[in-house]
């Protein structure tokens, strides 16, 4: 069905995107506080490919189509965690945004594909603006790591950060006109 996308129907999808995703997030710092008592390379490389298998399967569930979108969020979110760890040794923390940022981008790109968007443009503008405005609140957020306690983490403090993170992409993301969209 061919429709422009109601202000709505963007608020639900990217509220649900957002609360699914930071449910997933929160338990993969659970995962990480109770599992691994150091990081490890590969661990964080699943991480990745799993949270943006999560965030593939939102970005492809308003077209319809939400295995597609978890298949491309996986190799997502396996290219940006090996990014992170290629530019980690020369950004260290500074190259967890540049990963976040260049997700994002690459999520509006499937969204496009998964939509039958027409403009590539359209696409990349959504991928920057999404990346720009998440990648900062994931920034503002950051003190959950960068002060990581492991046996004092609040579990609830970090659903809320992590929603705060999610939420300006999947705003993005989901906002404005799209040609093959589905209602919730």
């Not at 569930?61 to 940006?80: E, K, Q, T, Y």
């Amino acid at each position: 069905m061919h429709h422009v996308v109601s202000a709505e129907d963007t608020v639900k999808r990217a509220l649900l995107g957002t609360l699914v995703l930071a449910a997933v997030a929160t338990t993969g710092d659970w995962i990480w506080a109770t599992f691994l008592s150091e990081h490890v390379v590969a661990a964080g490389l699943l991480h990745g490919a799993l949270l943006c298998l999560a965030m593939g399967a939102m970005i492809g569930l308003a077209p319809g189509r939400p295995a597609v979108g978890a298949a491309a969020g996986l190799g997502i979110g396996f290219a940006a965690a090996a990014l992170y760890y290629l530019l980690a040794p020369m950004l260290r923390f500074a190259a967890m945004i540049v990963a976040w940022f260049s997700l994002w981008v690459m999520l509006a790109v499937v969204y496009h594909r998964l939509t039958n968007g027409t403009s590539a443009a359209l696409a990349a503008t959504r991928g920057i603006l999404a990346g720009t405005a998440s990648g900062l609140a994931f920034y503002l957020v950051s003190g959950m790591w960068t002060e990581w306690s492991p046996q004092q983490i609040n579990y609830a403090d970090h659903f809320v950060r992590w929603a705060c993170a999610f939420a300006p992409g999947f705003a993005v993301i989901h906002g404005g006109r799209s040609r093959a969209s589905n209602a919730l």
